[in-house]
């Protein structure tokens, strides 16, 4: 192979996300609600629960692996909008109603795929999800049902789905501890990373730490005013001024937040998400 041909396969290979949901928990629109966000008529102002698919490509470009980050009470929309036909696992990243309510939904994937669905969380993140979605477990494909196997997220310690790393850390939220994740390609050696650190208040050292070098950084940012267990603007800026990523992107948005006018006062490589928003 030639050196040209070489770099051209390096290129292909890489992470790619896509956001499904860029909303806070109660969505945006909110319900009952007659701000003028919520009442906006631009796209990006229409926020789902968050949720994202990071994909793994392969050296000729194609999608090698799929995973699921979050399966949210918009599960089923966000699939049907983004025209998601394969998952190869879902990661929950923690008990919060807004992150794993459409996991019910998951049963189309099991029967489109013939296959039960790896679902990755913390030991105390499976637990909750056992205690009140007990019967979507199984190690075995069952009709009707979802089928969806447990597999147990050890904090610090690295884990592999498909051609992807994860590395997991622990983000404070204040009312639990969400699991963050920063993301590499197996095939490339100290390739570009992917962190994706929705739901927190504030870092801990370990997880500066994790996020040393990290090119791409996703982020709650909730909104202006401050919140007890989410990020507000002065605070996500503070975390992107330490760890200094390539470039950011903001999640998690309240309605406080109108896209436009708020991404404008932002520096070029800040972006709030978006819906739709693909990044690679
Ligand atoms: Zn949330
Ligand atoms: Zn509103
Ligand atoms: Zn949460």
Redesign the pocket.
């Given at each position: 192979m030639t050196r040209a041909l070489f770099a051209l396969h390096f290129e292909s290979m890489k992470i790619s996300l896509e956001f499904l949901g860029t909303g806070t928990s109660v969505g945006v629109?909110?319900i009952g609600?007659d701000?003028a966000?919520?009442h906006s008529a631009d796209a990006r102002d229409k926020r789902l629960r968050s949720s994202a698919i990071v994909r793994g490509h392969g050296a000729d470009g194609s999608v090698d692996t799929t995973v699921l980050l979050d399966t949210t009470p918009d599960f089923r929309y966000q699939m049907l909008r983004a025209k998601i036909r394969r998952i190869d696992a879902v990661i929950i990243t923690h008990f919060h109603a807004d992150h794993i309510m459409g996991i019910d939904d998951m049963r189309r994937f099991n029967i489109i795929q013939k296959q039960v669905i790896d679902v990755w969380g913390t030991a105390k993140t499976l637990e909750s999800m056992r205690k009140s979605f007990g019967y979507v477990f199984s190690d075995t494909l069952r009709a009707g049902w979802p089928s969806l196997r447990a597999r147990e997220i050890t904090i610090g310690e690295p884990f592999q789905i498909g051609c992807m790393t994860f590395l997991p850390f622990d983000l404070d939220h204040e009312v639990i501890i969400n699991t963050g994740l920063k993301i590499q390609h197996t095939g490339i050696e100290n390739g570009p990373s992917l962190a994706y650190c929705l739901d927190v208040k504030r870092m801990d050292e370990k997880a500066f730490a994790a996020l040393k070098g990290t090119d791409t950084l996703v982020l709650d940012m909730l909104r202006e005013a401050n919140h007890p267990t989410h990020m507000n603007f002065i605070e996500a800026m503070a975390v992107v001024a330490r760890v200094k990523p390539r470039r950011a992107y903001f999640g998690h948005i309240a309605?406080e937040i109108s896209h436009a006018m708020f991404e404008a006062r932002l520096p070029e490589n800040i972006r709030l998400a978006y819906d739709g928003m693909l990044v690679d």
């Open positions: 629109p909110m609600c701000c966000v919520c309605h």
